[in-house]
């Protein structure tokens, strides 16, 4: 599991650890684990040339003092001090002593153009909005200097907390990020600012309960139902799909596509698109009544281009069995009739979607998806699963949200959502609960939309169909 942690809990433990240490040894392990990854980067130290852009916090202490180990190797360092008498005066004497040199930021231009790496010390976990008018410009010519740019411990100008971007922020190639991983790192938009991230342990010892965390191979596999011996396939779960309509068909056959590789024992199907279902799926038990009239069924999926009739909606919500809501079921299902239900409902939206039950846009939910995730739950009383370049999953009790470390851009292909609410809802007819069936859900559907695209554009379809080979190398 990787986890990442807000701002005020990250201090605490440093309180915590720096009370035990001599003065300045944390930032010294910090500044050694920067200074290490900008060394690997450089491939060759003694000869590069490294610029620092500095701040006026410990951000910039770390940036000094790692730059000072460098220069000790042999590189030409010259710092850039935004704020010259709020510098760390620790880390501008260690550069110093080693022959680093100093220049005020109308000089940083030249340097910048000669840099080899570019060190981001402006700001970090105490930095507040977007760059200020000062730094903003700096940012833009490191990103204009052709070198790579490493940020520490977090790209300056995003929001650690919850991933926003609210206004000019450095684009890193390479984070160092010290002690773990802070949420902003993990959620776009401000994740696509990090580059690759890289984790330096300093000692911190962390609570329990992280504010994110990302699932990894070794998770999933844990959490993959495996039929046993004695398995026959109603023990296995059934999943009931009531999606799809005359005007899309294909909506529900995409949802069975997911649902028949998501380790449930049978799939059955409701609704006016089971001739093109049992066409392509002959092993889906059909069904053109109402989801009150078909058999058990271990948990229900309902929405993907089902139209507007609300009826299929609310039978679903007064099954005592978990519930999965997609697209048109989102819009019609009943948010009291949702908040009353004692199993557990799994809510599914894009953005837009989101955005349509929040009242609000799509364009603020993307930048804050953090937060929209959060509140969604929190209004429906129910486990959402919000999709999109970083794909959430939060349930009702605000506690640690999931993120999803898989997936791809190629992805946004019509109908790929729908093999994700049929998978997802064969998981939680599997018994997994909503938070785990959706994160396992959209960890394998990122998985085979990756082996499915492989730098191509693919179809869904072709998404559910590496299903299986995703779910074979998270087992392996
Ligand atoms: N506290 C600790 O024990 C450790 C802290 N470390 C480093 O210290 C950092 C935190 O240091 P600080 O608390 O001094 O805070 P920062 O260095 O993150 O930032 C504080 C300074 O940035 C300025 N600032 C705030 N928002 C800004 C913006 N939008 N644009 C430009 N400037 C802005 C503030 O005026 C303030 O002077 C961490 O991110 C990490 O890099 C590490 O050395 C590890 C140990
Ligand atoms: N930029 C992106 N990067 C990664 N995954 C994406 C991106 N955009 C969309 N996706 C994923 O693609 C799927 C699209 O689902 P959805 O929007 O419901 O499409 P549809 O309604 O056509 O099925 C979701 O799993 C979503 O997380
Ligand atoms: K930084």
Redesign the pocket.
């Known amino acids: 599991m990787r986890t990442a942690y807000r701002v005020e809990t990250v201090r605490t433990a440093?309180r915590e650890l720096?009370a035990r240490l001599p003065e300045g040894a944390?930032?010294q392990r910090?500044a050694a684990g920067l200074a290490a990854a900008c060394a690997d980067l450089l491939g060759r130290v003694y000869g590069s040339r490294v610029v620092l852009l500095i701040?006026?916090?410990?951000?910039?202490?770390?940036a000094l003092y790692a730059g000072a180990r460098l220069a000790k190797r042999g590189a030409g360092v010259t710092a850039v001090l935004l704020n010259p008498d709020?510098t760390h005066p620790g880390g501008l004497r260690a550069l110093r002593r080693v022959g680093g040199t100093v220049v005020p930021p109308h000089r940083a231009d030249h340097a910048l153009q000669r840099a080899h790496v570019v060190v981001d010390g402006?700001?970090?976990?105490?930095?507040?909005?977007?760059?200020?008018p000062d730094?903003a410009p700096l940012a833009e010519l490191a990103a204009a200097s052709g070198a790579a740019v490493v940020a520490?411990?977090l790209p300056s100008?995003i929001e650690a907390d919850t991933g926003e971007v609210r206004g000019a922020a450095v684009r890193a190639d390479l984070t160092v990020t010290?002690g773990t991983h802070k949420p902003g790192l993990l959620i776009d938009p401000a994740r696509e600012y990090a580059g690759s991230v890289r984790l330096v342990d300093?000692g911190l010892t962390l609570p329990a309960d992280p504010d994110v965390e990302a699932l990894q191979h070794a998770d999933v596999a844990a959490l993959l139902p495996h039929p046993a011996a004695e398995s026959d396939k109603y023990r296995r779960g059934v999943v009931g799909i009531a999606a799809g309509s005359t005007r899309y068909p294909g909506a529900a056959v995409l949802a069975v596509s997911g649902a028949l590789r998501g380790g449930a024992g049978a799939v059955r199907y409701v609704g006016p698109a089971g001739d093109a279902v049992i066409a392509r799926f002959p092993e889906t038990l059909v069904s053109d009544r109402g989801p009150k009239h078909a058999g058990r069924v271990q948990a229900w999926v309902v929405g993907p281009g089902a139209g507007d009739d609300a009826e299929p909606v609310a039978e679903v919500l007064a099954a005592d069995v978990p519930v999965l809501l997609d697209a048109d079921g989102l819009r019609l299902a009943d948010r009291d009739a949702v908040r009353a239900r004692t199993a557990p409902t799994l809510m599914t939206p894009h953005a837009g979607e989101a955005a349509a039950l929040l009242g609000t846009s799509r364009e603020e939910v993307e930048g804050a998806r953090l937060t929209a995730v959060r509140d969604l739950a929190r209004s429906y009383d129910a486990t959402v699963l919000l999709k999109g370049s970083t794909t959430l999953v939060s349930g009702p009790d605000g506690g640690t949200v999931r993120v999803n470390p898989t997936g791809t851009a190629w992805l946004a292909t019509a109908g790929s959502g729908d093999v994700l609410s049929g998978l997802s809802g064969s998981l939680l007819a599997a018994g997994l609960s909503a938070l785990d069936a959706g994160s396992v859900a959209a960890y394998l559907h990122g998985l085979a939309g990756r082996y499915a695209a492989d730098g191509a554009p693919a179809g869904a379809h072709d998404v559910a169909e590496a299903i299986p080979a995703a779910w074979r190398d998270i087992r392996a």
């Open positions: 440093e720096m944390l930032m910090a701040g006026s916090g410990d951000n910039g202490g770390d709020r402006i700001v970090g976990i105490g930095g507040k909005g977007g760059l200020r730094a520490v411990d100008g010290f300093i």
